[in-house]
């Protein structure tokens, strides 16, 4: 019987305006490393994509794969070419190496897409979850989640929500769980929409479907079950077939580090637009460019005082909201 | 050209390659590959392919397939009865076929789940990002994303081995239970920071079901009450086991609410739940032979000194020296 041994590797205070750092084990063949504290802080993802992005050019041997999470980079490496000690001792390095978390500035890219709001495909997904999964659920009543997520939010009617949705940019954090989906937050803090995720789980979910879970915004890359309440449909973000140009060299439309712009489109515009990007009329609007942290967070005060006033109405109207 | 036809696909025959598809965790897709790889890779060995070679998965059984052309074929994994052309194939052994034969694979009364059918030359099915494995939750690898059905058939390609029978040495053969005993390694949460010091001696000292509802993308085991060290997620939800979204590793034993499930190869790359031990990848092959009702796992807690040490000795056994 072994001794009991802590999940904790190493620990680093922070320091240099860089976040404290934890290594914990994730099995003999990857090292979790977490950063700062349980916070939803999205400066701690701004980190961790710009520690990801070096340690992308700073690849020794036996590192096998990184992968982000919100404050968290998953390092995959193989023990028999690369020792564990190693690889801590590497990251250290790379750490050292970074800037501050105010001077980073990450590649990003503004993506541009339609969304259509409480579209049919999504109500369907609603309504066959009333029928198949929970007829009582208070997340689905009227077969939208549309009135469920203004309600729980306090917003005045559903145009409310809409223009919360359309105003702010939303941060790719990372990608996971299904191929190429994305988790997003909105860049604007006055624009945060909160909301309890479905219970139990649905069994259905259009291609494109608009969802929020907790703070979390994700976009369905196929068909597929699903968990957070829909709000409505944009345009494909995974093709293995390539049948659009954006596809070609990656079925993945989406990166961590891209923000994402929705405009509004009516149902019967949306679904054309599938039917170009499918034929390779369609062309998405993506601009190159960098996210300039710094100057993020000195914009972000200014706005402080709204966020905070409509987080305490969103926090009074969820009181009085049941949960799914 | 050397082919193979299916005559009858089973519950879930598989296209699959070891080590699956690496370096795309952070797109989200799992590695796929064998739940068993060392049944897999002992039938690649058996017929002289190298290492990366695609085979067959079978589930269960009840299988049967037709070769044109000659090959060399191993069968490993779980007892079942194996014939070609109605006489007995043993087991861990490879035998020069003539093109016309028929292999049938009956159903495995246990113990073990899986069987998996080398052919020499491996199966020539096109590579995508690198692998041929199958990943059913993408849809994609292996024969169209999908698990075999009868009138499938796919190429095999080129041989290099002597096309000699041999069998893998009866010393070198692992051992299939109903009450597995499964090495893992703490973490990445676990006590004091998650989880307390008790539910780790719980987690590592009960034997926990293999619940009906486990596949490829995870064994679910049984649902439990545990301490918990924190009261409740805090920012990431309303229950303990919520914690802000993070990449797993493959192996992960993460706790769904109260439910532990064993990540497979075809999991989720990444989500918002406490994941509160990994199991050692030399011991990750026993997942693939859990039977989903009767058999029981037990954890045992490992360093990561005798993961590795555990890995090393599966290497030595999975060599040229061990076939006869």
Known sequence: MSATVSAVIAQRPAQGGKPSITYRYAGDRAVLVEYGEMEFDLTLNFFVLAVDDALREDRPDGLIETAPGFRSILVSYDPFELELDALVEHLHGVHDDLQAETEIEIPSRLVHLPLAFDDSQTRGAVERYLNSIRKDAPNAEGGTNVDYVVRYNGFADREELYDAVLATEQWSAFIGFFPGLPFMFPL???????????????????????GIGGPCFAIYPVESAGGYQLVGRTLPIYDLRGRNAAFRENPLLLRAGDRVRFHRVDEDELLGLFKDVHANRYRYRIEEGTFDVGAYLEWLPSVADEAEERGRRREAAAAETPVP | MRAVEILEGGIQTTVQDYPGRRGLLAQGFFPAGPMDHFAFRAANLLVGNDASAAGLEVTLGNVALRLRGDATVAVCGAEAPVTVDGEELPLWESRRLEGGSELHIGVSPGPGFRLYVAFSGGIDVPPLFGSRATYTMGALGGLEGRALVQGDRFGLLPESGDGAGRRLKPSARPVYEREWEVRAMRGPQAAPDYLTEADMQTFFGRPWPVDRNSNRTGIRLESHKFEWARRSGGIAGGHPSNILDNSYPVGAVNVNGDLPVILGPDGPTAGGF???????????????????????????????????????????????????
């Not at chain 1, 604007?188 to 608009?210: H, I, M, Q, S």
């Not at chain 2, 026993?286 to 040490?309: H, L, N, S």
């Open chain 1, 188 to 210: 604007d803090p006055r624009e945060t929409v909160f909301v309890p995720k479905y219970n139990p789980t649905r069994t259905w979910t259009p291609e494109g479907a608009l």
């Open chain 2, 274 to 324: 406490v994941v509160a031990a990994t199991v050692a990848h030399a011991d990750f092959w026993k997942i693939g032979q859990f039977r989903p009702v009767g058999d029981t796992v037990r954890f045992r807690e490992v360093t990561i000194e005798e993961a590795i040490g555990l890995e090393t000795a599966v290497n030595e056994i999975l060599s040229p020296a061990n076939l006869e």
